[in-house]
C-alpha cells in the first residue's frame, strides 16, 4: 500500500537548515523523533506566567496557565493554544499513541494522552527541548 502525500507545513527547511538552526538535543526530538530523558529539562519544573513556543519556528503553543505537575518528568499541560498544534497515530515501540506536533513546521513536541486533570482529561506530555519559554511581560 503507498503511503499518502506528505504533509507540507507552512515553515519548511532542510535538514542542514534544521541542524544549523537547533541544538543537537532539540533538532533529535524535533526533526527525528527523539525523546529527552525524563526529568532533565528545567521547563518541567517552570511555573513562571508565560508561554512556551515551539523551539524549531517560535509559533505559541501552551500557555503556562494550562501547565500542571503530572509526576512525569516532562513539561504538561491540559490544553493547547487554538491552531497551535497537529496530532498524528504514532505506532513505534509496540504501542499505539497520538504524536503531537507544531501545526507550523511540523516537529515532534510529544504525546497527547487521555489520563490527565479537568477540565479536558488530557496529558500533553512535551519534550522540555522542543519548546522555548517565554516569560510573561511584568505588569509595573
Not at 105 to 113: A, I, N, Q, T
Request: net charge positive; glycine share 10%; charged share 25%.
Amino acid at each position: 500500500m503507498a503511503a499518502g502525500p506528505a504533509k507540507t507545513f507552512e515553515i519548511t527547511k532542510t535538514d542542514e537548515e534544521w541542524q544549523r538552526l537547533l541544538s543537537k538535543e532539540a533538532y533529535h526530538v524535533l526533526r527525528k523523533h527523539g525523546t529527552e530523558r525524563a526529568f532533565t529539562s528545567p521547563l518541567d519544573k517552570t511555573y513562571t506566567p508565560g508561554m512556551y513556543n515551539c523551539a524549531g519556528c517560535d509559533l505559541p503553543l501552551f500557555s503556562s496557565e494550562t501547565k500542571y505537575d503530572s509526576g512525569t518528568g516532562w513539561p504538561s499541560f491540559w490544553k493547547p493554544l487554538d491552531n497551535a498544534i497537529g496530532t498524528k497515530t504514532d505506532r513505534s515501540f509496540f504501542m499505539t499513541r497520538v504524536e503531537v506536533h507544531c501545526r507550523r513546521c511540523g516537529g515532534r513536541l510529544g504525546h497527547v494522552f487521555e489520563d490527565g486533570p479537568p477540565p479536558t482529561g488530557l496529558r500533553y506530555c512535551m519534550n522540555g527541548v522542543a519548546l522555548k519559554f517565554i516569560p510573561a511581560a511584568s505588569k509595573s
